[in-house]
């Protein structure tokens, strides 16, 4: 013990610790001797190919890149940005009517033979528009706010806009509740139990875009419950009504028509690294044998009307 530690102890008028005490013995521990070392989880993989090339021959898709429903969040995701513009900028609700409305949300369903399904990024695709969420999360609320002048109105409180939309981390927590309570509607609904066990048409029906409005952010297990529910009456309209799907089907069938030339030149159709491209994977369901037609088709319309023009000014 250092000496100058010894006489402090030694002046000090209560026992603080005893002199004669110099180290403490550590209690013997034994280790084990028959340890395994750790092991990979690739240990149980068999290499299936024989070289670079046969493994580029032979890709196998993630689950949401095929023709299964999403048993998780995480497989529902959404469509490219133009695309995503384009539908809540140009096809508003008069113009294709939605299949579902109520406090919560309101939905517009793209059936898989619609023009706009060629450009999701899964079976089931989500196109969200989050900046129809109310202030404080209350239209009500929102308007008696906005009318309120009384003494307290130049307070910064009434200046803020208190908002899930306000950051990024509300943003995104928003977009997974609602695919999470589309999954949990899935779940419950036994579609995904009934597709496994019966060959129907259940998926096919299911499969395409879903453009979702939202209008009030569910946050009590009764609120979350409801939208589990209204997610129930979708699938369960899709599925049996045969007029809903008649309707879908009429409304697939006029987008042929859609002008989709301002937005085609902006969509990005493959992920390219180097001299690496694939085509099947940032939009894993595309036609793009319909799609070649649409750019050659505006490409000839665009070039008559032009023409037009020019006589017109002759």
Same mark, same amino acid.
């Given at each position: 013990?250092?000496?100058?530690?010894?006489?402090?102890? *030694?002046? @000090?008028?209560?026992?603080?610790? $005893?002199?004669?005490?110099?180290?403490?013995?550590?209690?013997?521990?034994?280790?084990?001797?028959?340890?395994? %070392?750790?092991?990979?989880?690739? *240990?149980?993989?068999?290499?299936?190919?024989?070289?670079?090339?046969?493994?580029?021959?032979?890709?196998?898709?993630?689950?949401?890149?095929?023709?299964? =429903? %999403?048993?998780?969040?995480?497989?529902?995701?959404?469509?490219?940005?133009?695309? &995503?513009?384009?539908?809540?900028? /140009? =096809? /508003?609700?008069?113009?294709? %009517?939605?299949?579902?409305?109520?406090? +919560?949300?309101?939905?517009?369903?793209?059936?898989?033979?619609?023009?706009?399904? *060629?450009?999701?990024?899964?079976?089931?695709?989500?196109?969200?528009?989050?900046? !129809?969420?109310?202030?404080?999360?209350?239209?009500?609320?929102?308007?008696?706010?906005?009318?309120?002048?009384?003494?307290?109105? $130049?307070?910064?409180? +009434?200046?803020?806009?208190?908002?899930?939309?306000?950051?990024?981390?509300?943003? @995104?927590? !928003?977009?997974?509740?609602?695919?999470?309570?589309?999954?949990?509607?899935?779940?419950?609904?036994?579609?995904?139990?009934?597709?496994?066990?019966?060959?129907?048409?259940? !998926?096919?029906?299911?499969?395409?875009?879903?453009?979702?409005?939202?209008?009030?952010?569910?946050?009590?297990?009764?609120?979350?419950?409801?939208?589990?529910? &209204?997610?129930?009456?979708?699938?369960?309209?899709?599925?049996?009504?045969?007029?809903?799907?008649?309707? =879908?089907?009429?409304?697939?069938?006029? $987008?042929? @028509?859609?002008?989709?030339? @301002?937005? =085609?030149?902006?969509?990005?159709?493959?992920? /390219?690294?180097?001299?690496?491209?694939?085509?099947?994977?940032?939009?894993?369901?595309?036609?793009?044998?319909?799609?070649? $037609? /649409?750019?050659?088709? &505006?490409?000839?319309?665009?070039?008559?009307?032009?023409?037009?023009?020019?006589?017109?000014?002759?």
């Amino acid at each position: 013990m250092n000496n100058s530690i010894r006489q402090f102890l *030694n002046k @000090s008028k209560t026992d603080v610790i $005893s002199s004669n005490v110099k180290y403490i013995i550590p209690q013997q521990v034994s280790f084990p001797t028959n340890l395994q %070392p750790p092991t990979s989880a690739f *240990n149980s993989y068999t290499n299936k190919f024989k070289n670079a090339q046969d493994f580029y021959d032979n890709k196998q898709p993630i689950p949401f890149q095929t023709n299964t =429903l %999403p048993k998780d969040r995480s497989e529902i995701r959404g469509v490219d940005s133009s695309i &995503h513009r384009f539908i809540f900028n /140009k =096809l /508003k609700w008069k113009e294709y %009517p939605p299949i579902l409305k109520n406090d +919560f949300m309101m939905i517009q369903f793209f059936p898989h033979h619609h023009i706009i399904s *060629n450009f999701r990024k899964s079976n089931i695709a989500f196109a969200v528009n989050i900046y !129809t969420i109310p202030l404080f999360n209350d239209i009500r609320l929102r308007d008696a706010m906005a009318r309120y002048k009384g003494r307290y109105s $130049s307070l910064q409180f +009434f200046k803020t806009k208190t908002s899930p939309i306000q950051s990024a981390c509300g943003r @995104s927590q !928003t977009k997974k509740l609602f695919r999470e309570l589309f999954v949990k509607a899935l779940q419950t609904s036994g579609v995904i139990n009934q597709e496994e066990n019966t060959t129907t048409t259940v !998926t096919d029906k299911l499969r395409g875009v879903y453009a979702i409005h939202i209008y009030k952010v569910p946050i009590t297990i009764e609120q979350k419950e409801k939208v589990v529910q &209204h997610y129930s009456t979708l699938i369960k309209k899709i599925t049996t009504d045969q007029n809903t799907w008649n309707t =879908l089907s009429q409304a697939a069938r006029r $987008s042929k @028509s859609m002008n989709l030339s @301002s937005v =085609l030149q902006n969509v990005t159709f493959s992920w /390219k690294v180097g001299d690496c491209k694939d085509d099947r994977i940032r939009f894993p369901f595309i036609n793009m044998t319909d799609i070649e $037609s /649409k750019k050659s088709e &505006h490409t000839k319309r665009f070039k008559k009307n032009t023409a037009n023009k020019r006589k017109n000014k002759k």
